[in-house]
């Protein structure tokens, strides 16, 4: 399988066409694999649709950002059907109480598959912005695979990832919104640290450069990338492809899943299968 992962930048929309035609575009230039991944936040561009004073504000912004998401999933829906692809939308706020949840919505030829809502919250989502963490996991079993997603932060701990990679997960997608090279660094290396204690392959989609108009957006670093654990089997620095910092664009790696079982059961070292002993009591 060709598995794509986002490196996506934001733009302002005057109507619900224009950003029709961007995703249209950005699935268009990627369509050749089986797999696409944006961003979490991505969708945070629709804020846009409200006009100035509403996208610059970080509460009105969330609202009229779900207000677009019926029209949002049907274009996912109908470009995922039309290219006989799956892909992971990117993510934005959903209110199904009082305050939203953080939801990236997966999707397949045949339609709507399900939606993950991020784990853990970060600082300014729990203080700020006030978006609230939704627990529970799901595992995707798709024709590309098993498929979990880790939204941002929560690939920063590993015991969600490791819930997913004994539930049979292959692939993880990690989609991130991160506004430092710090911030970036951090998921990059948890989506690396994830891949290594797992061995499984992890699809990174960050956000990327400057968005002047919403103040939960305005800085954007990362870059894409696809990884795998190094163990003897994939290459040695355990990166199957990297885009450039800060670049908008596609990153786009085969993926043979019958690797992930031989990292599994016979790699150079079998972390996946040495886990219960990382969990021994403490001696003092």
């Known amino acids: 399988m060709k598995i794509a992962a986002s490196a996506y930048n934001f733009d302002w929309f005057d109507d619900f066409d224009a950003y029709r035609a961007k995703v249209t575009r ?25 006009g100035k004073e509403i996208a610059s504000d970080l509460e009105a912004s969330l609202h009229e950002v779900a207000r677009h998401e019926a029209s949002r999933d049907a274009l996912h829906a109908e470009l995922a059907a039309r290219h006989g ?3 992971l939308a990117a993510s934005g706020p959903q209110f199904s109480g009082e305050r939203p949840v953080n939801r990236a ?3 397949g030829p045949d339609g709507r598959l399900g939606h993950q809502d991020k784990q853990i919250m970060t600082r300014f989502e729990r203080e700020n912005w006030h978006v609230e963490g939704a627990p529970g996991l799901r595992v995707f079993n798709t024709p590309v695979g098993k498929l979990g997603i880790l939204i941002c932060y929560d690939s920063e701990f590993p015991l969600l990832a490791r819930q997913l990679a004994e539930a049979g997960v292959e692939i993880i997608l990690t989609p ?18 994830r891949a290594l204690e797992s061995q499984c392959i992890v699809v990174h989609s960050p956000t990327v450069g400057d968005c002047d108009w919403n103040p939960a957006i ?38 043979d899943l019958d690797k992930v079982r031989e990292s599994r059961e016979d790699g150079r070292v079998l972390p996946f299968a040495h886990w219960p002993e990382s969990q021994a009591s403490l001696v003092i």
Do not use: Q
């Not at 991130?176 to 640290?193: K, P």
């Open 105 to 107: 919505v997966l999707f």
């Open 218 to 255: 305005d800085e954007n670093r990362g870059r894409a990338a696809i990884y795998a654990p190094s163990d003897g089997i994939w290459p040695e620095t355990g990166i199957l492809a990297e885009g450039e910092m800060d670049r908008p664009g596609w990153v786009k790696a085969r993926v």
């Open 26 to 50: 950005w699935v268009e230039a990627a369509a050749d694999c089986d797999l696409l991944v944006f961003p979490e936040y991505g969708a945070m561009e629709l804020a846009s649709l409200g």
């Open 176 to 193: 991130s919104c991160t506004d430092t090279v710090a911030g970036f660094n951090r998921v990059r290396i948890g989506a690396m640290a």
């Open 85 to 87: 692809i799956h892909i």
